[in-house]
């Protein structure tokens, strides 16, 4: 999604710097951007989150530049597949569930979020003004439901599940959100959480199928039905609001 959220704020005349660990994703985010964008309000960043001392390097490359950062949106983080056909889908279980696949998946969807946090967020409050969007989850406010990985021919202990990481992380990422935005309060930045639902990407007809049951709407959303709530998020528009969780997940999480 962090290609649509570029997208939405160079709609409306943002400047965007993405950034990512993956060379080949980065260029062809950039190419795809610069096909539709001004190519002078695009650049990219192969940098790594979760090494504060590379966020700093790249928040001294921006002030170099003469670049102002006014938003962050920590959208990254790892939605891990375990392969079920092999029957691996058992390591995702709790029982089963290998710390390395814990603390890696921890430290990119919450500590890097924290970092950036610290290193950007700190600049915005110098400069006494800016606004944070953590990305969570409607996994943020529900717990999953199991039953949309089972799988027909497999017994209860070796059915795959929402693998725990996602639904701590992105709980934490609104825990994140809560404290940034009372403790930054006074300094003019501005944090909230945007929690979507399920995004339609070429799914198995029949999670869809179980999920979409589940949706008062009756459908995943559209890849592009983001693009107004970040609008909202990063402008004035939500001047008022702070320290919130937006959901939009078609109503899932009420039903």
């Known amino acids: 999604m962090g290609l649509e959220h570029s997208r939405a704020l160079l709609e409306v005349g943002a400047s965007v710097v993405l950034l990512d660990t993956n060379s080949d994703k980065l260029d062809l ?13 695009i650049r990219v960043s192969l940098s790594d989150i979760t090494s504060e001392t590379a966020m700093s390097n790249l928040l001294s490359q921006l002030n170099s530049a003469g670049i102002l950062l006014s938003i962050l949106i920590n ?60 990305i ?41 959100t809560r404290y940034l935005a009372t403790y930054w309060h006074n300094d003019g930045v501005r944090v909230n959480a945007l929690s979507p639902g399920g995004v339609y990407d070429g799914q198995e ?25 970040i609008q909202f998020l990063c402008s004035d528009a939500s001047a008022y609001m702070t320290g919130q969780n937006l959901v939009i997940d078609g109503g899932r999480s009420i039903w």
Request: proline fraction near 4%; glycine fraction near 10%.
């Open 29 to 41: 985010a950039k190419a795809t951007l610069e096909s539709e964008y001004p190519k002078n309000r």
């Open 75 to 134: 959208n990254a983080g790892i939605n891990p597949k375990y392969d079920e056909v092999s029957k691996s889908g058992m390591k995702s279980r709790v029982e089963n569930f290998e710390l390395a696949d814990w603390e890696n998946q921890l430290r990119i969807g919450l500590t890097g979020a924290f970092i950036c946090s610290k290193v950007f967020g700190g600049a915005m409050a110098n400069s006494q003004g800016g606004v944070i969007v953590n």
């Open 136 to 176: 969570a989850s409607d996994l943020s406010v529900i717990a999953p439901n199991q039953q949309l990985y089972e799988k027909g021919d497999l017994q209860a202990g070796e059915q795959p599940v929402k693998p725990i990481t996602y639904s701590v992380i992105k709980t934490g990422l609104i825990g994140l």
């Open 205 to 229: 007809d029949e999670f869809v199928t179980k999920l979409n049951s589940l949706i008062p709407l009756g459908r995943m959303a559209k890849v592009d039905e983001y693009h107004s709530a």
